[in-house]
């Protein structure tokens, strides 16, 4: 069963960098079917799709947080992460780490983790 | 690229059907057999109930289902059930550049 955990600080300053693992579990971040994503949830509000790698580095980001976005991927540890810089209030979320397809959305997903960036 | 438009909330007795709209453009919703829908309760990660505009994964009930006509997706619940009472989101294709958008959410209240 493929399982996937989020890790990384809860509380980021204003204006630094807003970094998580997420860490794959039960199965291989190389499987050719699958591309690693990352969504986000503001409190109270809805779902919106980050970006997701593929294992060989290839990546595809959401054009609106493209500027101040990097995902990057770790074979050999089977983790890939997540890398928001210049983080405002906005930015507050729940963020999910997700497994998709190239035509399907999530499937599989983290239990996701409250980060927060004070205003 | 605007989220895709949803009601912000739907009801319905146990039993009854209710249907959930998701409106997009040209360029997502209208433009690709790629629309899925999600489940989800407070506190939790969103569940994949409906891909590919109209199929179910294997574990989700057949009381699910959806479909598409032009610019718009819907999601229909029969036999609404206490336990359907959740968070819905859409979510389409939106293109070699936006990639995926979702929809704003609807809250479902099984009355």
């Known amino acids: 069963q493929l399982q996937l955990q989020e890790s990384g600080p809860g509380l980021v300053k204003p204006s630094e960098t807003l970094s998580l693992t997420c860490t794959v579990s039960g199965g291989s971040i190389t499987r050719s079917d699958s591309y690693w994503a990352w969504v986000r949830q503001p409190p109270g509000k809805g779902l919106e799709w980050i970006g997701a790698?593929?294992?060989?580095?290839?990546?595809f980001y959401n054009p609106s947080l493209k500027t101040r976005l990097t995902i990057s991927v770790d074979t050999s540890k089977n983790q890939f992460s997540l890398k928001l810089n210049s983080v405002t209030a906005a930015d507050t979320a729940v963020y999910f780490c997700?497994?998709?397809?190239?035509?399907?959305?999530?499937?599989?997903w983290g239990q996701g983790t409250l980060v927060t960036v004070p205003s | 690229q605007s989220a895709l438009t949803q009601p912000r909330s739907v009801s319905g007795s146990p039993g009854q059907s209710v249907a959930i709209s998701c409106t997009g453009t040209?360029?997502?919703?209208?433009?690709?057999?790629?629309v899925s829908w999600y489940q989800q309760y407070p506190g939790k990660a969103p569940k994949l109930i409906i891909y590919?505009?109209?199929k179910r994964p294997s574990e989700v009930p057949d009381r699910f289902s959806g479909s598409k006509s032009g610019n718009t997706a819907s999601l229909t619940i029969s036999g609404l059930q206490p336990e359907d009472e959740a968070d819905y989101y859409c979510?389409?294709?939106?293109?070699?550049?936006?990639?995926?958008?979702f929809g704003g959410g609807t809250k479902l209240t099984v009355l």
């Open positions: 979510c389409s294709y939106a293109g070699s550049y936006t990639y995926w958008i």
């Open positions: 997700a497994r998709q397809n190239s035509f399907i959305p999530p499937a599989d």
């Open positions: 590919d505009v109209t």
């Open positions: 790698i593929y294992y060989t580095g290839s990546t």
């Open positions: 040209s360029s997502d919703v209208g433009g690709y057999n790629y």
